[in-house]
């Protein structure tokens, strides 16, 4: 899609901003970075936005102006990079003043200044279009507002969920400021932060319409609506002091209970709105330039803004290695699925959602249906979450077809199998489907543990055989790791890697190995858990210290969640090919004679069954099948220490022996798969910040302590010789 063609004389070729004055009388004000396909603000762009303006206010010829993007969406936020060669907090401080001093002159004009908006207004571009007299946009997809700041550790700096609480309330406010997530531009009509949608063909004439009536001072007539629920909800929490307490104080909960005080920002914006609700505007944005100058300077920032440009640099990543020359990704047009459990029935989601018709087979019609209920359910949160209209949950789902049988199978262009951790199986559904698909067919294997390799064995074209292993729930996580097999050709994963980007994940690639990067890293991690259980420390003092650490779920709840029998199953097979370093605790025997499974039988290290409760119950009998006396006297930093330094150590492990193509991939991987904490940056990037000499030290004395399963991995002996880091 593309934005309206005006014609406009520019500043300067090497200028982000050109203005022109149309034949009613209104000025075109165009953003275009000169360097970018995206437009994003930093200190030269304000600068020429402030000498448009004040071109603005002396031009006799217009009344007012229209604030437009020439580039596919309106603006992406502050320049990044420019915000990471900030050393000092005071800096930042001053960029935040500046940046917000620009945006009020844009507001308080003498003549009228509407912002023209389709595509994406994120960050400083939405805080840029709240700050004109008024929002015209697209009701398209496309066009999404939103604060996406809180993600890599900032706040907004220039006063944007202060406009969000003035026009849309506190509620808004907390919401688009806390979570990051955009909303639609029917949506923020809604919300009362968009003042009229329009196709993106009048767009133009519509925002100068508006401008031209706020110049001869008519006042626009607001679209009606009906009032919601939501309005209701707002008079009723936000007309009065106690109201807006509760508000503040839940959002203050919540966002400690996510965060556990590792992320700083979020409680931030609660501080920033409190001070809004209680003194006012100007008052809010002193404090909010003052936190924005403390955040950008923070670790925590720096940690989150590098792992936003890692999945940045990946999502240009095709996949594919500079030796294997030139290689093109097929077309996708139509995808199989096999099996409609709640992994393949995921997978189905994210392709269908991502406009990509789906063949699903399951077993039998008992689970054909069950498969379609699991998919529509997806897609019908979405529609309550207001991420989706009614309309486009249709669309998508009417893409999704599934079978008992093996009809409308043969014309898929890739086939994903996401069926039980069974070697013979797997071979079984490939030997079958590629008698019954085409030539050109790719078959995928979501395994998380049996090499690709060893899948591809049964295959006539093992050259077509690669590994998509996809993290549960689908829905929710990030991550896609791709592995490619020895004979798996290169162009058949650059298909599969840019599939990966169209179902909305960051795609890493891996060498072909037993457990890959992912599961192998992960055992070592459960393995230690589970021996710290064995020597008698709680399940809770376990779970807890390492979500206290950052991980967003304990080893043993995420153990729950898998299955037992699976995270035996992979612990087994990682011990088959890495020795004695990766053998199982004798306790994971135990537990596995003792049908444990996890949720999927209700008999796991927690209790399932009883009636909801606020807390998590430990199902106490697990102590019994183990022999144990639970003590749970052990330093908590001992306990994070012994479970996150096993899997930081794998991880090397893993990229000494060349299963990954880059530390970056390490930490997305980790990261984005595994639940690795965010705001330390991933197990590489935790390296560097201890430095490699001291994660040798405690790693050996580990090994020292408990034995080989703490051998540190060469490639950190050798960086703590040299002296070297992962990341420049």
Not at 507 to 524: E, N, Q
Not at 576 to 588: S, V
Not at 630 to 648: A, Y
Request: hydrophobic letters at 45%.
């Amino acid at each position: 899609m593309t934005a309206p063609v005006v014609t406009t004389t520019a500043l300067a070729t090497t200028h982000s901003v050109s203005y022109s004055v149309r034949a009613d009388g209104v000025a075109v004000i165009s953003l275009a970075s000169p360097f970018e396909q995206d437009n994003r603000l930093d200190r030269q762009v304000v600068a020429e936005l402030l000498g448009v303006l004040g071109r603005l206010e002396t031009d006799s010829s217009c009344l007012g102006a229209v604030l437009i993007s020439a580039r596919k969406d309106f603006m992406l936020g502050t320049q990044l990079a420019s915000l990471k060669t900030i050393k000092f907090a005071s800096e930042a401080e001053l960029f935040s003043r500046d940046i917000t001093s620009a945006f009020r002159r844009l507001g308080t004009l003498s003549k009228p200044v509407v912002a023209a908006v389709h595509g994406a207004a994120l960050g400083s571009g939405f805080e840029l279009a709240l700050a004109c007299r008024a929002i015209v946009a697209v009701n398209n997809d496309a066009t999404t507002f939103g604060f996406p700041e809180v993600c890599v550790g900032l706040l907004p700096g220039a006063h944007g969920l202060l406009r969000v609480a003035e026009r849309a309330g506190l509620g808004a406010a907390l919401d688009l400021g806390l979570s990051g997530k955009p909303v639609s531009s029917a949506r923020a009509m809604v919300l009362g932060l968009v003042d009229e949608i329009c196709p993106l063909s009048v767009l133009l004439d519509v925002a100068s319409r508006w401008a031209r009536q706020f110049a001869f001072g008519i006042a626009p007539d607001p679209v009606r609506r009906l009032p919601s629920w939501e309005d209701a909800q707002s008079f009723l929490f936000e007309s009065n002091p106690i109201g807006r307490r509760l508000l503040l104080a839940r959002a203050r909960g919540e966002s400690h209970l996510k965060t556990h005080g590792h992320y700083p920002a979020p409680e931030r914006i609660v501080d920033v709105l409190e001070r809004y609700m209680k003194r006012g505007i100007d008052a809010a944005g002193e404090l909010e330039a003052k936190f924005f100058g403390e955040l950008v300077v923070s670790e925590t920032a720096h940690h989150l803004i590098a792992l936003f440009y890692a999945a940045e640099a990946q999502h240009a990543d095709s996949g594919v290695d500079v030796a294997d020359g030139t290689v093109e990704a097929h077309p996708v047009e139509h995808v199989a699925v096999l099996g409609g459990g709640v992994m393949g029935s995921g997978i189905a989601y994210v392709t269908t959602a991502s406009g990509i018709p789906v063949r699903l087979k399951e077993r039998d019609d008992a689970g054909v249906g069950r498969a379609l209920s699991y998919v529509k359910r997806l897609f019908d949160e979405r529609v309550a979450c207001h991420e989706l209209t009614w309309m486009q949950r249709d669309r998508a789902f009417s893409l999704l077809s599934a079978t008992s049988g093996l009809t409308g199978l043969g014309g898929a262009d890739v086939v994903i199998e996401a069926v039980f951790e069974d070697l013979s199986l797997k071979q079984a559904l490939l030997r079958e489907f590629e008698s019954l698909t085409k030539p050109t067919a790719i078959f995928a294997s979501n395994t998380s543990s049996i090499p690709i390799g060893r899948i591809a064995e049964a295959a006539r074209r093992p050259e077509q055989v690669v590994g998509m292993h996809y993290f549960s729930p689908v829905q929710r996580t990030e991550l896609l790791e791709v592995v490619r097999a020895e004979k798996t050709a290169p162009h058949v994963v650059a298909t599969v890697v840019a599939l990966g980007k169209r179902q909305g994940k960051t795609v890493i690639v891996v060498k072909d190995s037993v457990g890959f990067y992912t599961s192998r890293i992960l055992a070592p991690y459960l393995n230690e858990a589970v021996q710290l259980l064995s020597e008698g420390i709680t399940v809770e003092a376990i779970d807890k210290a390492l979500v206290d650490w950052g991980w967003a779920v304990g080893p043993f709840q995420l153990v729950d969640e898998l299955g037992l029998d699976l995270v035996a199953h992979v612990a087994e097979m990682v011990h088959g090919a890495f020795g004695e370093r990766l053998i199982p605790p004798d306790a994971m025997v135990r537990l596995i004679g003792d049908d444990r499974k996890g949720r999927k039988n209700s008999r796991g290290f927690y209790s399932y069954g009883y009636p909801s409760t606020p807390e998590r119950r430990v199902d106490t009998t697990v102590y019994r099948s183990l022999e144990v006396e639970p003590h749970g006297r052990l330093p908590q930093e001992e306990i994070q220490m012994r479970c996150g330094l096993q899997l930081v150590n794998e991880a090397l492990h893993a990229f000494g022996d060349g299963i990954l193509r880059s530390a970056r991939e390490g930490d997305l991987g980790a990261v984005l798969g595994l639940g690795f904490p965010r705001f330390r940056g991933g197990p590489f990037r935790y390296v560097d910040t201890l430095g490699a000499e001291e994660v040798l030290r405690r790693v050996q004395g580990y090994c020292d302590r408990l034995g080989r399963r703490w051998s540190p991995a060469p490639v950190l002996v050798d960086m703590a010789k040299k002296g070297r880091r992962f990341h420049v």
